[in-house]
Structures are given as C-alpha cells and as structure tokens.
C-alpha cells in the first residue's frame, strides 16, 4: 500500500505563484531589453541617430505589447480577438526577422543564434506573463461572483399532503330545505301554495334497481343526507295533501326520476317507512 503524500499547503502555493510571476517579469524584461538594443544598433547602422535610434525599435516591439494586451482583454471578456492576434504575430515576426537580419551576411551561424533568442524569448515570456495575469483576473473574479451571489434560493413549493391527494372526494351536504317553501306537483298544487327552491343533489349514491334491497342499502349507507331527501317528500306530501309521485320528488331535489326513485327507497329503508309509497304517475 502507498501513503498518500501531503498536499502542498496554500501559503506555500501561494509563494511559488510569486515567484513565478517575478521570474517571468524578469525575463520578459531582459528580453525586451536585449532586443531593443539589438535593433538600436541596427537603426544606427542604417543611418538613424539619437532620438530616432532609440524610438524605432518600439515601432516593431510595441505591436507585440499591444497585441498581447488586446488578446487578454478579450479573453476576460471570452471573446477572441482575431485583430490582436494579428498584431501580436507581426510585431513578434517582425522584430525576429530584423534581429537576425541585422546582423548582416556572412556571419557565423552562432551570431545569427544570439540575434534571434532575445526577441523569441520576449516573445514566449510575455505571452507567459498575460497567461499567468489572466489566470488571476479571471480567479478573483469568480471569488467575487461567488462571495456575492449570497442571497438564498426560493424554496421549492411544499408539495401537497400524499395523504390529502389520495383521500377520495367528500361529496357536498345538500342544503336543508326551506320551510313553507315547497314546489306542488305541476297542475296539483293548490293556488297560492308557496313554492320551494330544489335543494342540491345528494350525495353520490351507486345506482340500484327499485327493488333490489342490497342496491338501495349500499345506497342509504353512501347518502349524506337522507333526511333532507324524507323531508323534502314530507312537504311535497302535505303541499299536494297526497303522497307525491317520483316526478314530483325529482323536481323538487334536481334529479333524474329514477334516481329519485333510489333515492327515495334508501331512505324508506334507512328508517322513514312512509317513503315506501309513491305515484306512479308522470306528471
């Protein structure tokens, strides 16, 4: 088995980003430096002096800067500046190709060497150095994203209850019925009987065939409110001062005549024994 080494610990990474930094700082320098000489000496050599001597290698290493500088930019931004890239790659041919070639023909092979490392390497150092910078722009960036996104997410909605999703629909209480108010059996109704709003429909109830005592005992036992079905046939009986038929009862409670029939043996069966009579007649 292998023991797991030790990870380096942050102060000790941080001093080695240090000193990488630095160390690249300082190439790039050196190597600017050297090449600008190098083509401060070739200016002369061709005929420029003074001021003019010292300012034109900047014509050719400056692209370089800013070329590099645009292409950091666009990348903080992660974008690609082809434009930068253009610049940066003439500045960097052009100052290897005038440093070499400033050395003049027929020169030893090694002059041409030491011509050519100074302006590469300001190349490759700086482009090491933009790295290294947008590696550290880009970090604390993010830390600060991250610091500042501190407000908490909106909690989800609390699902519904499993329990109150699976519990069956209770069906609606029908409303009493209004005493005095009571509507006649069409063409039998004395004039000037008030008449009654029907009341909602009962509760759901299987439907059963008149006779068939199981149908109607699964049908009382499901009912919420036979009552109000045996009082609503009470005041249509004394309203008509007879019993009232299953037309009758239908239109009072807003069903069907049939389920008023079922209706109406529930709830003689449930009890109210003088429900067990009605018309036959249709109206």
Request: hydrophobic letters at 45%; proline letters at 8%.
């Amino acid at each position: 088995m292998t023991e797991d080494k030790p990870m380096a610990s942050p102060a000790t990474l941080r001093r080695i980003a240090l000193g990488t930094v630095i160390a690249t700082i300082a190439l790039t320098g050196t190597a600017f430096w050297l090449s600008y000489e190098h083509l401060h000496d070739v200016a002369r050599h061709y005929g420029l002096d003074g001021s003019r001597a010292w300012a034109w290698p900047a014509t050719v290493d400056l692209f370089i800067v800013i070329g590099e500088a645009l292409i950091l930019s666009a990348s903080l931004q992660r974008l690609t500046d082809r434009a930068a890239i253009v610049l940066a790659v003439i500045g960097s041919t052009g100052s290897i190709a005038l440093n070499v070639a400033g050395v003049g023909s027929h020169a030893p092979g090694m002059t041409y060497v030491v011509a050519a490392v100074p302006p590469c390497a300001a190349l490759l150092a700086f482009g090491a150095l933009m790295r290294q910078i947008h590696e550290n722009l880009s970090g604390g960036s993010r830390a600060e994203t991250g610091s500042g996104s501190s407000a908490p997410a909106s909690a989800p909605p609390e699902p519904a209850s499993r329990a109150a999703a699976s519990a069956p629909a209770t069906p609606a209480t029908p409303p009493a019925a209004t005493p005095g108010r009571t509507v006649p059996e069409p063409g039998a109704a004395p004039a000037g009987t008030p008449a009654s709003p029907r009341p909602a429909t009962p509760g759901k109830a299987p439907a059963a065939a008149a006779g068939t005592s199981d149908s109607t005992l699964a049908a009382a036992s499901e009912a919420r409110d036979l009552d109000e079905v045996a009082d609503t046939y009470r005041k249509l009986a004394a309203a008509l001062g007879r019993a009232p038929s299953d037309k009758a009862l239908a239109d009072a409670l807003g069903v069907g005549r049939s389920r008023a029939q079922q209706l109406r043996s529930a709830a003689a069966e449930a009890g109210h024994a003088d429900l067990a009579k009605a018309l036959r007649a249709a109206s």
